[in-house]
């Protein structure tokens, strides 16, 4: 019973209707192989008829049309559709979570001042590129987050590019305060928590700046970046003035607090999981690191393609149609023999009448 | 003289113009009944046939005097004569479900069988029916009569007679309850039966005189559409068959007629059978003629 109603689900299970009481109906197309469309003539004996394939053949070839123009309307009348349907195909891309920066200094020009004329702000920069880069990347399974005083996950992992489309499209709104780098990149983590795919899985940190991190956060980032192997980028704009992530201070005061760029550059590194930084100074720096990035994340990735449901009522009437066409024509083509029996009389008569006369 | 326009002869009253066909035997008939035909033995009276010396047969109100004055050796001689004696004449209708076709049975078997019993009875001879399907069907049959009107009888016999049933098993019983003597025997049918069976029915017939009677129909010969579809039913079995009509078929289906035709012409030759031809429509004249060949 187990087998056989798995066995029907297989068989039904990309195919649908949307009346199944109408397919009750779908036993009248037993109803060709006992009944003809034809008026049967008798004959004295089908022994006289030779032997002929082509009309066996044009025989069974009319009631199989009648039983496909049944099932046809029956299946149009019910609503035949292939159901959507989800394919797994193969691609290259990567599992990526962009984690941006919604701190208000991306709100600024890369000279940190109020973009103005024709100047564009980072994140109006960040922006351009992120959906251009998304644009090219069709088979990225791809979650935003966005970090600025706490994390804030914006979006799963999805492959439903429209939406993170419309998520990187809100990143140059007017941002919030302070930047809290370390919980947006523990956010940014767990979202690879259930993902058991074998593809890359990569996070691109965007930020202008950085900040402290907490030594728990720290611990936690640790632990899940041993969990959890992923390619780590960090496109780091940085503004006129700001410090950079490789710069050493030529004072002593190399603390934490002083360049948080460049200890959380360290931290990173130390976090034992493939790591890059972009040091981006201009949109056209930006540009050369994600481009550096799409060529990085090029490896085989499964991905799940959606095909939408189709509606077949359409093609099953046509088919109807054709097979009713057939019949129709075979019908016309209809002859009918002319015994002998019913013009014997008149023959006779005439006879008579002639010997009369 | 054209007949009066808008007469239409009814079938009541077309039996009227049934014309008695003389026939002619072969044979000479046995029994003691009188009747039209020459039959065995010596008589009195009746068809001439030789002279015989007085001493053979002392019968001298028979003295031919002219011959036996004419004789060199003055000799007497009798006129002896073959006595006239009637012949049973019999019909077996197959009746089987085949002979539907066409309304065959109703229609020129009926006006067949109703000519002969008026000739029968005409020439002074005992006309007997038997229609058989599975076996005798006794509403389709006439015992031996020779009373007038018997040909209208045997008509509406025939046309209520409704053929059915597969084979035609009551032929080899009518065989059997024909007379003892030898007789003339019309088998009508339209012999679609394998040759092995006809072969025994002709068998069971070995006493008597049979003109076997081939009912055909041109609807299935040269009466078939060139092109289009039929879907044709048994008769007997009622399996239906479609089929697709086009010259090659066409040619190939007169071909198998005219084989099957030529087979039956020589099953009945091997037995010195001469069958008249019952197609469409019933041919007086050819059979007038088939019969005075005896």
Redesign the interface.
């Known amino acids: 019973m187990n087998a056989a109603s798995a066995f029907w689900d297989g068989l039904t299970r990309g195919w649908g209707v949307d009346q199944p009481a109408v397919l009750a109906l779908l036993v009248l197309a037993l109803l060709p192989l006992v009944a ?1 469309a ?13 032997d ?1 394939p ?3 053949a ?2 069974a070839g ?1 009631r199989l049309a009648g039983a496909v123009a049944i099932i046809a309307l029956v299946l149009g009348l019910a609503g035949l559709h292939r159901r959507e349907q989800s394919v797994e195909r193969e691609g290259t891309g990567a599992h990526l979570v962009l984690l941006l920066d919604r701190s208000s200094s991306m709100d600024n020009s890369f000279a940190d001042r109020a973009p103005t004329g024709d100047q564009e702000s980072k994140s109006a920069a960040a922006k351009r590129l992120l959906a251009e880069f998304v644009a090219r990347r069709p088979h990225d399974r791809i979650a935003v987050a966005a970090f600025s005083t706490s994390p804030m996950p914006v979006l799963p992992l999805t492959d439903h590019h429209e939406v993170v489309d419309a998520a990187i499209d809100a990143i140059d709104r007017p941002g919030l305060a302070f930047t809290d780098v370390g919980r947006g990149l523990a956010l940014a983590f767990s979202y690879f928590a259930d993902d058991t795919d074998e593809s890359s899985r990569a996070v691109l940190l965007v930020s202008d700046g950085a900040a402290l991190i907490d030594r728990r956060v720290q611990e936690a980032l640790r632990d899940a970046a041993a969990r959890t192997p992923v390619h780590l980028y960090w496109l780091f704009l940085r503004s006129r003035g700001a410090q950079g992530i490789y710069d050493v201070p030529a004072s002593g005061d190399d603390s934490a607090q002083a360049n948080p760029e460049r200890h959380l550059h360290l931290f990173l590194q130390s976090l034992g999981v493939p790591y890059r930084a972009f040091e981006a100074t201009s949109p056209q720096a930006v540009a050369q690191a994600i481009t550096e990035i799409d060529r990085q994340e090029t490896r085989p990735i499964r991905y799940v393609e959606r095909i939408p449901r189709r509606d077949l009522v359409r093609p099953a009437f046509f088919v109807a149609a054709l097979a009713t066409a057939l019949l129709l024509a ?1 019908k016309l ?13 008149e ?3 005439a ?3 002639r ?3 | ?3 009066p326009a808008g007469a ?2 009814s ?1 009541e009253v ?1 039996p009227v ?1 049934l014309r008695p066909l003389p026939y002619r035997l072969r044979w000479r008939p046995e029994g003691i009944f009188p009747g039209a035909h020459p039959g065995r033995g010596e008589g009195s009276e009746g068809e001439f046939r030789r002279h015989v010396s007085l001493l053979r047969q002392p019968d001298p109100r028979r003295i031919d005097l002219r011959v036996s004055l004419r004789d060199p050796h003055g000799e007497l001689h009798v006129r002896q004569f073959a006595p006239r004696r009637s012949v049973p004449v019999a019909t077996l209708v197959d009746l089987s479900g ?7 049975v ?3 078997v009926a ?1 067949l069988c109703a000519l002969l019993a008026l000739s029968a009875v005409r020439s002074g001879d005992n006309f007997v029916l038997f229609g058989c399907d599975a076996g005798v069907n006794e509403a389709a049959s006439l015992p031996l009569s020779r009373r007038r009107g018997l040909e209208e009888e045997v008509r509406a016999c025939l046309i209520a007679a409704k053929p059915r049933g597969t084979g035609a098993s009551g032929l080899f019983e009518a065989a059997g309850r024909l007379p003892g003597r030898r007789s003339l025997v019309f088998l009508v049918s ?1 012999f ?1 039966m394998p040759v092995a069976e006809i072969e025994r029915l002709l068998d069971a017939l070995w006493r008597h005189d049979v003109i076997p009677v081939v009912v055909r ?4 010969e040269e ?3 060139r ?11 009622g ?7 086009r010259p090659g ?1 066409r040619t ?2 007169l071909r ?2 005219r084989e ?1 035709q030529a087979a039956l012409a020589a099953l009945f030759t091997r037995r010195g059978l001469r069958p008249v031809d019952l ?4 041919d ?1 004249d050819a059979l007038a003629q088939r019969l005075m060949e005896g």
């Open positions: 003809s034809f008026r049967r003539r008798g004959i004295a004996s089908t022994r006289l008829i030779p002929d082509l009309s066996v044009v025989g009319l075979a083509a209809e002859r009918q023999l002319r015994p002998a029996g019913r013009g014997a009389k023959g006779t008569d006879i008579d009448l010997r009369a006369a | 003289m054209k007949p239409h002869p079938p077309r113009d085949s002979m539907r076709f066409g309304e065959a109703a229609g020129r006006d339209d679609l129909d041109g609807a299935v009466g078939l559409p092109w289009g579809l039929i879907e044709l039913g048994d008769l007997e079995t399996a239906a068959r479609l089929v697709f009509m078929l190939r289906w198998a007629a099957r197609k469409d429509a019933l007086t």
